[in-house]
C-alpha cells in the first residue's frame, strides 16, 4: 500500500499551503473579531480552483478527487480555520447536486459557483431538530405546479450570503417510512416569503456566516425539486458522508496549525533560566501530539480512497470525523496550555484555535453520532 501523494496532489498540497500562508495572516484576526468574510479572498481562492475543487469539468470545475480537496481544507484550516471554513462553505451542497440534481439543474446551480457569480448553502438542521433530521417540521406541500414551504431553520452556513439555498422539507408525513417522507427542494434567496437573518457572537468560525431561515408560503417551481419525491433523506446522507470526511481534513490542519504555534512559543519563551522546549514533560507532550495528528491524517487519507475508489465507507469516515475532531479539541488545548498566559489573550493565535477547535465535534454529526455509526457497523459486522 503506498501512502505517499502523487506528484500532482504534492503541488495541490504546496499551492494550498502558499495561498493560505500568503493570504490569511493579515486578516484573519479582523474577520473573526467583526465577524466578516473578505470576498476579495473568496475571488483569489476561486481563481486559483480552490472553490469548488471537486465538481466536475463539464460544469466548470476542476474536477478534483476527494482526497485532494481535504488535502486543500488541511492546509488552509492550518493557518486560519475561519477563513478555511467560509472558502470551504461556499459551495456547501453542492455534493447533493452532483449526484442527485437533473441536468438542467446541475448546468444552472453548478456552473455559478466555479464561476463567482453564486453562493449556495443547505438548510436542514431547525431549532427542534439537529442530530434527529427526521424531526424536520419545515414542510412543502404540492399545489399544481408549485411546491409551498412553510417553517424555520437555524445554523446554515451562509444562510445571509446565498443565492439559492437548497432546503430539507417534509413533503409526506403520512408514509409510514419516516425516512421516505422527505423532499430537498431549491430555494432561491428572491423568492417571496423567504428571509435570512445573520447569527451573531459564534464561539468560534466567526468569518464563516451563520443565519437563521424562516420560510412563509414560499412557492417553489415544481422544477426546483432535486431528485425524487421521498429522497430527501437519503440525499442528506450522501452530503454528510462526503463533508464529515471533509471535516476530518479541517481538524488535521486546526490541529496542525496548533501544535506548530505551540513549538514555537515553547522553542523561543524561558522558565527556570531554560527554553521550555527542553523540559522533558513538555517534550513528551509535543511527542504525542505530533504522533495523533499523523495517525488522523492517514485515517482520513484512507477514508478519502475508500470513497474515490468507489468503495465508500461510512464507518471508517465517521471514524475519521471523530477521531480528528477530538484530535483537535484536545491538542489545541494542550498547545494553549503551552502558551500559559500568554494564550488565553486574542492577541496570540492559538487562543483562536481554540475557540475554532469545539465546532468539528458538533457539526455535520455530533461526537455521539458519529460513535452510533461506527458502533452499528462494528456490530453489524460481529453478526
Known amino acids: 500500500m503506498d501512502f505517499r501523494l502523487t506528484k500532482e496532489q504534492q503541488s495541490i498540497k504546496k499551492a494550498a499551503r502558499e495561498f493560505a500562508e500568503g ?8 474577520c473573526d473579531e467583526e465577524e466578516k468574510f ?54 456547501f451542497g453542492s455534493e447533493i447536486l452532483m449526484n442527485h440534481a437533473s441536468e438542467e439543474q446541475k448546468k444552472k446551480y453548478l456552473v455559478p459557483l466555479v464561476e463567482g457569480n453564486a453562493i449556495i448553502a443547505t438548510a436542514i438542521t431547525e431549532p427542534d431538530a439537529g442530530s434527529d433530521v427526521t424531526g424536520v417540521q419545515t414542510t412543502a406541500v404540492r399545489e399544481g405546479n408549485e411546491w409551498v414551504i412553510n417553517g424555520s431553520k437555524t445554523f446554515i452556513t451562509n444562510g445571509t450570503l446565498a443565492d439559492y439555498t437548497i432546503v430539507f422539507c417534509k413533503t409526506h408525513p403520512d408514509e409510514s417510512n419516516r425516512h421516505k417522507q422527505f423532499s430537498m427542494f431549491i430555494v432561491e434567496k428572491n423568492m417571496v416569503g423567504f428571509r435570512a437573518t445573520k447569527l451573531k ?11 437563521e431561515l424562516s420560510f412563509n408560503n414560499v412557492r417553489v417551481p415544481a422544477e426546483n425539486l432535486i431528485g425524487d419525491e421521498k429522497s430527501g433523506f437519503n440525499q442528506t446522507l450522501t452530503l454528510f458522508n462526503r463533508e464529515r470526511l471533509v471535516i476530518a481534513a479541517q ?32 517534550r513528551f507532550k509535543i511527542a504525542e501530539m505530533g504522533t495523533l495528528i499523523e495517525a488522523g491524517r492517514s485515517l482520513y487519507y484512507r477514508a478519502a480512497w475508500s470513497v474515490d475508489s468507489g468503495k465508500e465507507d461510512h464507518s471508517l469516515i465517521a471514524m475519521a470525523k471523530w477521531f480528528c475532531a477530538y484530535n483537535a479539541v484536545n491538542i489545541t488545548q494542550e498547545a494553549l496550555q503551552m502558551h500559559g498566559g500568554y494564550g488565553y489573550f486574542n492577541e496570540y493565535d492559538i487562543a483562536r484555535f481554540y475557540r475554532d477547535s469545539k465546532i468539528l465535534e458538533i457539526y455535520e454529526g455530533t461526537r455521539e453520532i458519529e460513535k452510533v455509526v461506527i458502533a452499528n457497523a462494528m456490530l453489524g459486522r460481529a453478526k
Open 201 to 211: 457572537n459564534k464561539l468560534g468560525i466567526r468569518a464563516s456566516d451563520t443565519a
Open 251 to 282: 481538524a488535521t490542519g486546526l490541529a496542525q496549525g496548533a501544535l506548530e504555534q505551540a513549538i514555537r512559543h515553547i522553542s523561543q519563551r524561558k522558565q527556570f533560566g531554560q527554553k521550555i522546549s527542553s523540559f522533558q514533560a513538555i
Open 38 to 91: 473578505d470576498l476579495k479572498l473568496l475571488e483569489k481562492a476561486r481563481d486559483l480552483g480552490f472553490v469548488g475543487a471537486n465538481i466536475p469539468e463539464e460544469y466548470g470545475g476542476p474536477g478534483l478527487s476527494t482526497l485532494d480537496r481535504a488535502i486543500i481544507m488541511e492546509e488552509f484550516w492550518r493557518i486560519d480555520p475561519g477563513l478555511g471554513q467560509a472558502i470551504s462553505s461556499v459551495t
Open 23 to 30: 493570504e490569511f495572516p493579515q486578516i484573519a484576526k479582523e
